[in-house]
Structure formats: C-alpha cells, structure tokens
C-alpha cells in the first residue's frame, strides 16, 4: 500500500532554472495539499485542491503554480527556482470532509 | 495560516520517562492532529481529536483536546529510544480543508 508517493526525493537547481515536483496517491483521497518545510517553522501550505478540478492558493504561494491533473495526482511547478525556495516539499492526502492529511516521504530541494 | 504555539521546542529525555508537550492557539479549532516526523521521512498521523474536552490514547501516546479548543496536549509515558523524532501540532476546522502546524518539538531520548 504506497499511500502518497512523491518523485523526486532529492534534487539540486540552479537559481532560474524550472522543475515539476510530482505527487500522487492511492487512497481514492478528494484533497490533495503540497506544503514546505523550513527549519523552525513547521509546515506551511502552499497549494490545495479540495477536489479534482480545483485549486485554491494557500499561504506561501508566490513562485509556485500546482496542477490537479487527475484524482490521483497533483503536481508543484516552480517557474523559476530561487535560493529561497531550498526546502523539503511535502504533498498530502486526504479524505472527503477529512483534516486528517496523510503524507508523502517528501522532496528535499536545494536552489544554488 | 493561524500561528500554533508549540512547547517545548525541543527536549532530552530519559528512557522510560513521562513526557509532556503542548499547543496553543489565539483562534479555537473543530480538530487537533498530532503527527511524528523521523529523519528523512514525512509526517505520520498519530492522534485525531475533534471534541472539546476529548482525551484519547494509542498505546503510550494521550492526547487531550483543550475545553476552550485553543489547545492540545500530547503526552508520552513510558519513553523508549524509538520515541525519538519531531512532534507536531496541528489545528483544523470542519469547513476549512487547511491545516495550521506548530513548528515541532524534537525529542531525544537518552538511553
């Protein structure tokens, strides 16, 4: 049972350049949500999509666009990485009507 | 997002010991999550609260969902090395699908 899976785990950019952070699920889950990771702060939500179709900003949006390409995935693109977006990403899960978010093993991203 | 105050940042334990740790909000919450976050991992739920009031166990691991509904409390009894890891906190309500985390409290434990 994979539950949320994402691709890569790790990766290097370089300041300007694009990437795609992919994320999918197996639990047949509504929402999906990518948040970040930084030292001492906890988890902030970037994007969601509280169902297929849609996506709505969440708190730190700016330098990222997301797509719900289906029930099961749900995609991070950042346009142009800068050295501030070095985090860990985290896609979520979860159900119906449900806070409880079920979560990925993460992407370790570092901008130079 | 809503800011979760969580304490204590971070502490060392000993094998064995009983261990508390606590969140608290300025706005009340419908829910109160805990997660644990081992290295290079993500987070996993552990407890689900969504009652005022509610206290609920799994295994070693009490939570407790504050009356007022600004807080929660996550205890550990009995501490064992595998209880290292981060702690988080995390608040949500019924007609919102977004979570508010608190920034963790690391546990170590001293064998």
């Known amino acids: 049972n994979a539950g949320v899976t994402q691709t890569p785990k790790f990766q290097v950019l370089k300041t300007g350049q694009s990437m795609t952070l992919q994320c999918a699920q197996d639990m047949n889950h509504n929402s999906m949500y990518w948040y970040r990771q930084d030292p001492g702060m906890g988890l902030r939500l970037i994007y969601y999509s509280a169902s297929e179709g849609t996506t709505d900003k969440g708190e730190v949006p700016n330098g990222y666009n997301v797509s719900r390409l289906n029930k099961r995935e749900f995609s991070l693109r950042l346009e142009s990485a800068a050295p501030s977006q070095t985090s860990v990403y985290f896609c979520?899960?979860?159900?119906?009507?449900?806070?409880?978010?079920?979560f990925g093993q993460g992407t370790r991203l570092t901008v130079v | 997002g809503q800011q979760l105050n969580q304490s204590p940042q971070s502490m060392f334990i000993q094998e064995g010991e009983d261990v508390s740790m606590n969140c608290t909000s300025s706005?009340?919450?419908?829910?109160w999550l805990w997660y644990k976050q081992e290295p290079g991992e993500g987070p996993v739920l552990l407890i689900a609260l969504y009652k005022a009031g509610e206290l609920t166990s799994n295994g070693r691991l009490t939570a407790q969902f504050g009356i007022t509904r600004k807080d929660s409390f996550l205890n550990i009894s009995a501490s064992i090395p595998s209880d290292v890891g981060i702690y988080f906190c995390a608040g949500g309500l019924s007609n919102d699908y977004k979570l508010s985390f608190g920034a963790g409290t690391t546990v170590t434990v001293r064998a």
């Open positions: 706005s009340i919450f419908n829910t």
């Open positions: 979520a899960s979860s159900d119906q009507g449900s806070t409880e978010a079920f």
